[in-house]
């Protein structure tokens, strides 16, 4: 059956009370930009509490279901036969034949559930849900019924116009990107920190990401590879600005200067202030890292609060309680993991301490950083400065 109508089902946008148009309208846009590349036209509009994709003619049904998915606040997403009222007996063989066309094999159990918004009607609710099962049922007598547990729910809904469905194909859910403002992703090659991208963005929050490439020691394969993984975080949360900052410098300069255990965290502190910089220039609200809890040295307890020592704004983990393997299962879902595990190495695995401190004192740490006094203020603004910024994504 061709389709030529989406209804398409939000969450928790329906409890938001007075400002739910508010977030309806920031899902309707980005309805209207996840398929701006697919292939045809498309007509977006919301309508009592729905909303709908009404599509031309030649349009990608694939490609459009493929970029629906990936809207956050859409629950579910509805191709629906779309009909005029020219009365019930003609819903009657309408709905026979969808019933025909969309499951040829009929050993199976059905419910009727009709939702009549329109209460001129002549029939109420109850009454559809009957005369159009006994229509199903003349029409198919191998057909049986079953209200609690159908292999297939009939939807049929009469509005100004009336919409027949039986297919709900999962959506994304969460919330329209850009409701909840626009955060900083420290973003590296890794499986964790795109995956930390995803789940911020589905609440709502807008991206930027900031990747610290280190030349020569990474080559441009990895930043090209960190390119594709921001590019397929988009996908989900709409366009990326990334900041890439040559980090090199930094580095070796730490590493001359420090004491070699605490190299990791020093560096990271020196990542995080790079970060919160860019982050205030483009109005975020906070950082998002990929970190959990223990899972290496510069991520314990102790870690964590030598990193969060040097930041003004929120720091948003949320990965913080997962274990790897969920991380992973999550990676393979939104489409990471396959790109995060190609074997380019980034700056932050390239001057790695053979033993490093586990358990850092932030005074400690301070005292190791005075040594650092002489240039590094400097080195940070030249990296702030020569950043390469890159737009990916939708």
Request: net charge negative; charged share 25%.
């Amino acid at each position: 059956m061709r389709f030529r109508t989406f209804l398409l089902k939000y969450g928790e946008i329906g409890i938001k009370g007075k400002n739910r148009y508010l977030f309806e309208d920031a899902l309707v846009r980005q309805v209207r930009l996840a398929l701006k590349d697919v292939e045809g036209e498309f007509q977006v509009y919301k309508s009592q509490a729905r909303i709908y994709v009404d599509c031309s003619e030649d349009y990608d049904y694939e490609g459009a279901v493929r970029h629906l998915k990936r809207v956050f606040g859409l629950v579910g997403i509805c191709p629906v036969l779309r009909l005029e009222d020219k009365g019930f007996a003609q819903l009657q063989a309408d709905v026979v034949s969808y019933m025909e066309e969309m499951y040829e094999e009929k050993q199976i159990t059905f419910k009727v559930e009709a939702r009549r918004a329109r209460k001129s009607y002549p029939k109420n609710s109850m009454e559809i849900n009957c005369d159009l099962g006994e229509a199903i049922l003349e029409a198919f007598p191998e057909i049986r019924v079953d209200v609690h547990h159908p292999d297939v729910l009939l939807n049929v809904e009469i509005r100004n116009e009336i919409y027949v469905y039986s297919q709900t194909i999962p959506g994304a859910g969460g919330m329209p990107v850009g409701t909840n403002g626009r955060a900083t992703l420290l973003l590296s090659g890794g499986i964790d920190s795109p995956v930390a991208g995803y789940m911020i963005a589905k609440r709502g929050v807008a991206l930027d990401a900031v990747y610290f490439h280190a030349p020569p020691y990474t080559s441009e394969r990895a930043k090209e590879k960190v390119v594709d993984l921001a590019r397929i975080v988009a996908g989900y949360a709409g366009p990326i600005r990334l900041h890439v900052v040559n980090f090199t410098e930094i580095q070796l300069y730490i590493y001359d200067q420090c004491p070699h255990d605490e190299l990791t965290i020093i560096m990271r502190r020196y990542m995080m202030r790079i970060a919160e910089e860019f982050a205030r220039r483009n109005g975020c609200l906070g950082l998002i890292t990929g970190e959990s809890i223990g899972q290496v040295a510069s991520q314990t307890m102790q870690s964590l609060a030598a990193t969060n020592d040097v930041c003004r704004l929120p720091v948003y983990r949320p990965l913080i309680g997962f274990d790897k393997q969920e991380i992973v299962e999550i990676s393979e879902k939104i489409g990471t993991y396959e790109t995060s595990i190609q074997p380019f190495e980034d700056c932050c695995t390239i001057f790695v301490a053979k033993h490093p401190v586990t358990k850092p004192n932030v005074e400690v740490i301070r005292r190791s950083e005075e040594a650092l006094q002489e240039k590094i203020e400097e080195m940070v603004a030249q990296a702030i400065d020569t950043a390469e910024i890159l737009q990916v994504g939708r």
